[in-house]
């Protein structure tokens, strides 16, 4: 039976999410259909998206999440809220997904593919790239940001001892600083009834931490990371991490658990206790919370910020590619 190229809709993709996860290789959560959906209610207007699946049959062979303006196919998504982008492609199935994408695109007037926030493992550009250039098209692909991730070990004292010598103390001495200063607890929050208070808590912490995050944080970007927080929460995958001094929450971290990996999406603080350095301990103990509970990756995601180096982080470059469809 031959391929078919099919135009697919957010919500029936979100509905078949459950079967599509078992077949296809959802790399991150900002390839999800949830994800997607939200980003697209948010910001996708003026642009016309080209959501569609190449089929075998019956059976989804990949996804091409693409928007197009004139000639040119893009991701739907963007960077400064989706770290990591890609195709999404059945295991093995790469090269028929996208000789058969490629030629669909062509005939539909498309001259040019704009990819972004790729990781050197996507499938971007482990197959597509190659495939584009054995057929002589124009590629060209370029480093634009850094990620950061760690793997994780099986325990807290294994972690503590992959960092160096100083890195270690000064872990050690801000928890211990801390402890001696008041009561402390960290807790996780995925959703249900608190969600709406800790989304309240959690954008006032992180308005309130640096005026780079407040500019960030728009009525627009507000209403993208609110919708995102219940969508994710009702697919399983959002966390709140809350700690809290003296009963009251001083920190917090916004991430997503998926597939064994930990995502580092946001944080906040009260610049009121910025002495006792509770941002920085909000991520450490979403480190030793995320072993405790047995996960692999901890991925701090995209930015240079130091604390990722000194909590262990290894680089990730992250690319743009352009092809050029001759």
């Known amino acids: 039976m031959s391929p078919s190229v099919t135009l697919e809709s957010f919500d029936g993709l979100v509905s078949s999410w459950p079967d599509l996860r078992r077949r296809l290789r959802w790399d991150s959560v900002f390839v999800l259909p949830q994800w997607l959906r939200v ?56 090269q028929d997904f996208f000789d058969i994408l490629l030629e669909n695109l062509r005939q539909k007037g498309i001259g040019r593919l704009d990819l972004c926030c790729l990781r050197p493992d996507s499938t971007t550009a482990t197959d597509l790239v190659g495939l584009a250039e054995s057929r002589g098209y124009g590629v060209s692909c370029e480093q634009k940001d850094v990620s950061f991730e760690l793997d994780l070990p099986a325990t807290w004292d294994e972690y503590l001892g992959m960092l160096s010598t100083k ?37 006032k912490m992180l308005r309130e931490s640096r005026e780079c995050k407040a500019a960030f944080m728009t009525a627009r970007m507000e209403s993208f990371f609110v919708s995102l927080a219940e969508t994710m929460a009702e697919a399983g995958l959002l966390k709140f991490g809350i700690l809290e001094f003296n009963a009251a929450p001083v920190a917090a ?24 350095s509770v941002g920085l301990l909000s991520k450490v103990l979403c480190i ?37 469809l001759n």
């Open 39 to 94: 980003w697209w209610q948010e910001f996708g207007a003026g642009v016309e998206p080209y959501l569609c699946a190449v089929r075998q049959g019956e059976a989804v062979v990949g996804i091409a999440p693409l928007l197009v303006k004139g000639e040119e196919a893009s991701f739907i998504g963007s960077a400064d809220v989706c770290d990591y982008l890609d195709f999404v492609v059945a295991p093995g199935r790469a």
């Open 167 to 203: 890195q270690r103390h000064e872990v050690r001495r801000k928890l211990r600083k801390l402890h001696q200063a008041g009561d402390v607890s960290y807790r996780l929050v995925d959703g249900g009834d608190a969600l709406p208070d800790i989304m309240d808590v959690f954008l």
């Open 253 to 276: 971290v916004m991430c997503f658990d998926y597939e064994g990996t930990v995502y580092l999406y946001n944080s906040g603080y009260d610049p009121q206790y910025s002495s006792l």
């Open 288 to 324: 030793k919370d995320s072993i405790e509970r047995g996960k692999k990756r901890f991925d701090f995601l995209k930015g240079h910020e130091a604390y990722k180096y000194r909590l262990g982080g290894r680089e990730v470059p992250i690319y743009n590619c352009q092809i050029v």
